[in-house]
């Protein structure tokens, strides 16, 4: 079985193509023939963050080359597409903008080469990018908590199965990359925040710190699943508001800030996670979204999780399927094989769409 699915829903023009040799197996084995990426990053950087227009028109003028360039990596020519057997998009949620250039796309696609299309969730797909692994999927894995945590998205999911879903605690406000996005703002570091505030934190060294930086863990005392990283943010403002401007600029403040930032929302998200495990008692703890390719939250998960008393699998994608990527649609696609259509006129982007 061939799928080839498309994603743009947000700043990032994706298309994969991926085999599954073993489609009637019980743990089906993925092969990936293609993961193209076309990242619009450095042309929103200077917005502070994803302008929609800018993002769909780059995904109009993408589309076709990444299609070409999938086919070509996977040893496909755009003939030899026939053999796809799906075709599959992200419907949501996203920026509908961009969500609308991939459908057209994909639905064009499917009509030339008639071939049924499959509309994915991208939370749904960002959990099961964990079974894009070779051979990760078995049904003993479940029940399980999945803690999905992205720039748009903070949620902890009771997981029965695939296709089994109940949300049971999300932000109230900021999603944890948002966090990471408007406090690297303040601080003056540019866009995206994540990566930035990571590799600041990573040089931060505590013997050499020559003033002391706090910041709250928002939530973590409370006895719901919720999250709420606007108060963290607000702190920083008002630390950074707080000093000199000689400290504002200098190295050591922002590589202790940036630790503590990074360190307050990593002990939130394994905290609220770790609860729900115990609480559910679950057999697993799944972690996707952009967010989950970060290394201290990747390290310090994995120890916590071994210190936990009890035995429970500890999945996590790889770092390039965690960030938006096509692969995970296609592996999506193919768990949701009984969604496919020919009607495509029924398919529609839905930016809130929920799970």
């Avoid at 193509?17 to 200077?46: E, R, T």
């Avoid at 049924?116 to 964990?130: D, G, K, M, R």
């Avoid at 707080?242 to 905290?271: F, N, P, T």
Wanted: proline residues 4%.
């Amino acid at each position: 079985m061939l799928i080839l699915a498309i994603d743009t829903s947000c700043d990032e023009t994706a298309i994969s193509i991926i085999k599954i040799p073993n489609p009637k197996s019980q743990i089906p084995n993925f092969n990936i023939l293609s993961n193209i990426v076309s990242s619009q990053v450095k042309l929103h950087a200077k917005y502070g963050g994803v302008y929609p227009s800018l993002a769909k028109r780059e995904h109009q003028k993408n589309l076709p080359i990444v299609l070409k360039r999938a086919l070509k990596k996977a040893g496909l020519a755009l003939s030899g597409s026939r053999r796809v057997n799906f075709i599959a998009v992200t419907h949501g949620p996203g920026l509908e903008p961009c969500l609308w250039q991939g459908i057209n796309f994909a639905k064009e696609l499917a009509g030339k080469l008639k071939k049924p299309l499959i509309a994915v969730n991208h939370i749904e797909a960002h959990i099961l990018a964990n079974f894009a692994v070779s051979l990760a999927y078995r049904k003993d894995l479940f029940p399980a908590v999945a803690l999905v945590v992205s720039g748009g998205h903070t949620q902890l999911i009771l997981m029965k199965g695939i296709g089994k879903y109940q949300l049971i605690g999300e932000t109230r406000d900021d999603a944890a990359g948002e966090c990471f996005d408007k406090t690297a703002r303040i601080l003056g570091l540019g866009y995206p925040g994540g990566p930035v505030i990571a590799d600041k934190a990573a040089k931060f060294k505590v013997q050499s710190l020559r003033f002391k930086v706090e910041l709250p863990r928002p939530m973590i005392g409370q006895k719901n699943y919720d999250f709420s990283f606007s108060g963290l943010k607000t702190a920083v403002l008002y630390d950074f508001q707080s000093r000199s401007a000689k400290i504002r600029k200098s190295s050591g403040y922002i590589q202790a800030m940036c630790a503590e930032i990074q360190q307050s929302i990593v002990d939130v998200l394994i905290y609220k996670t770790l609860k729900v495990a115990k609480d559910f008692k679950v057999k697993s703890i799944i972690l996707g979204g952009g967010v989950a390719a970060n290394d201290e939250l990747r390290k310090q998960f994995k120890s916590k999780v071994l210190g936990l008393g009890f035995k429970v699998n500890f999945l996590i994608p790889p770092k390039k399927l965690c960030t938006d990527n096509a692969v995970m649609i296609a592996v999506t696609a193919f768990f949701n094989q009984r969604k496919a259509t020919k009607r495509w006129q029924k398919i529609k982007a839905d930016g809130n769409l929920s799970l």
